[in-house]
């Protein structure tokens, strides 16, 4: 156990520390991303602002390329530190620049055939490709201006983080095939670590060198390995926690059915025609000596899983038949439903051991009654009716619980040939209400009328409730309205209670009893 606890540990580490390269990416990306968004939005809003720039600019000139516009094209190139080289050509063909030594352009590429009116972009390359350039174009009726820009923004970029190790490059969906770009050439050969979508369908790649994504990859690895870890040791330690807990609560179970500790509560179901008492439903409880009493939803779903159930069930009939029996129900026709699961009801031999348990009792068998959730699914339809048969042959019906809400839906009904149903709370408290549940629990009522078969409300808590249920036809009801699930001798004296409010024939059967 603790070679695989290590073994898992390290491999979880390993495997975390194996995700250097991916998070390395997204890290560097989000450094790169962080440190140059305010630059190339300052370069992007340049972009936005060339027209009202170029045309200004334009207005510096002539365009004959006299002496004025000489002196013109040099103190603006002056006073720019964005501008490289302007260019300015006449109708006429005549070219003056403020960079005496240039000669023609040979070397435009488009890049935005008109980015407005008057304007378009194109990339130029120098010095043997070492130095590429955007260009701003301008046309009016007076000429052509070329302004060659500084890359000021994008050779920060290019050396931030070490020397000459990002590529920056701008492309357009107008002319894919070109590219103003700023770094090391051969970086456009690879992947771009991140790309950026602008405006006038322009897009910004970004290509680091192999050298830095591997300086961040290193530097992440041991993080990383160390994460992996810890969340390896946290894993043994949560499920070495759930499994104390599940040791402890089944040897805990085991002990509660030495001891005794599960013990039947019970929950009247009242006839509201006659206001008599129909039955009770029998409800597990669990009470450990010095401690409150324990929910049956903190343990019921365990044992059934564990398979404690059927010792737990067999404790609480013996216990709820010996009690009940105290009430002389024997002269009456009044049930008790005991709550059991599918698998209970798929053995004949766990079924026998349960009715054993009345050979000893004042109650008669046909007084007995077993409720089976829908919530859990059987597995083994045959073999539940079978033993649903038998069961009704000595005079036990067979209730199906928490009706529309589970597995089976209504084939259980008709598969199991079922003739008890009891509606669930979650429909019945939306009476009153304009939930969609409400027209379930109509339908479930039809069905079940039209089907003759008997119903049983639960969790009738009000009132009105009560009264909508009855005008429904579903005479037969169970909740807090009538009383909450109680020990025996709480239920004893409400047995007494309601004794008095029933017709004369039946109390007078309860006297003689």
Not at 97 to 105: I, L
Not at 316 to 328: P, Q, R, W
Not at 487 to 513: M, Q, T
Request: proline share 3%; charged share 25%.
């Amino acid at each position: 156990m603790e070679f695989l606890s290590l073994s898992l540990v390290v491999g979880l580490a390993f495997l975390f520390s194996l995700s250097a390269s991916f998070f390395s990416r997204v890290q560097l990306s989000y450094v790169i991303s962080s440190d140059s968004k305010d630059l190339l939005n300052t370069y992007m809003l340049r972009i936005d602002n060339y027209h009202p720039m170029m045309k200004g600019i334009s207005d510096n000139f002539q365009f004959n390329c006299k002496a004025l516009d000489d002196n013109k094209i040099q103190q603006v190139v002056y006073n720019d530190y964005f501008i490289r080289r302007i260019t300015l050509t006449t109708n006429d063909g005549e070219q003056c620049t403020s960079f005496k030594g240039a000669g023609a352009e040979s070397k435009l590429l488009p890049l935005i055939d008109q980015l407005s009116t008057n304007l378009s972009l194109w990339v130029t390359s120098e010095l043997g490709d070492m130095e590429n350039l955007l260009v701003v174009e301008w046309k009016d009726k007076r000429g052509s201006m070329l302004v060659h820009m500084e890359p000021l923004i994008f050779d920060i970029l290019t050396n931030k983080y070490c020397d000459n190790c990002v590529l920056s490059s701008i492309t357009s969906t107008d002319h894919p095939a070109t590219s103003f770009w700023r770094g090391d050439a051969s970086l456009l050969e690879i992947k771009p670590l991140m790309s950026s979508e602008f405006a006038n369908n322009l897009r910004i790649d970004t290509f680091v060198k192999p050298e830095l994504l591997a300086k961040y990859r290193d530097a992440l690895w041991l993080p990383l390995f160390l994460l992996g870890g810890g969340v390896g040791i946290l894993f043994i330690a949560i499920h070495r926690l759930f499994d104390r807990r599940r040791m402890s609560l089944h040897s805990m179970v085991e002990q509660g059915l030495v001891n005794k500790e599960f013990v039947p509560y019970y929950q009247p179901i009242v006839n509201v025609t006659s206001q008599s008492l129909y039955g009770c439903e029998m409800l597990a409880r669990w009470k450990r000596p010095g401690q409150e009493l324990i929910s049956p939803m903190e343990f019921i779903p365990y044992v059934e899983k564990s398979g404690q159930i059927l010792p737990i069930t067999e404790q609480l009939i013996k216990k709820a038949i010996d009690e009940i029996g105290k009430l002389n129900w024997q002269n009456t026709k009044q049930i008790i439903s005991i709550n059991v699961v599918p698998e209970q009801l798929e053995s004949i031999e766990i079924i026998d051991r349960s009715l054993d348990l009345l050979r000893f009792s004042k109650l008669e068998a046909t007084q007995l009654a077993f409720e089976v959730t829908e919530r859990k699914p059987f597995n083994n339809l045959t073999m539940a009716f079978d033993v649903i048969e038998y069961l009704r042959d000595k005079g036990i019906d067979v209730k199906l619980d928490d009706a529309g809400t589970g597995y089976g839906g209504f084939s259980y009904i008709q598969e199991l040939n079922i003739r008890s149903l009891k509606i669930d709370k979650m429909f019945v408290e939306n009476i009153g209400t304009s939930d969609i549940k409400l027209s379930l629990l109509d339908s479930i009522i039809a069905f079940g009328r039209q089907a003759g078969m008997e119903m049983i409300a639960e969790g009738v808590e009000t009132k009105e409730q009560s009264e909508y249920l009855a005008e429904q036809g579903v005479y037969l009801q169970q909740g807090y309205y009538f009383g909450r699930p109680m020990v025996f001798r709480d239920f004893a004296y409400f047995c007494k209670g309601i004794a008095s409010h029933l017709p004369l024939a039946e109390e007078e059967i309860l006297r003689v009893g």
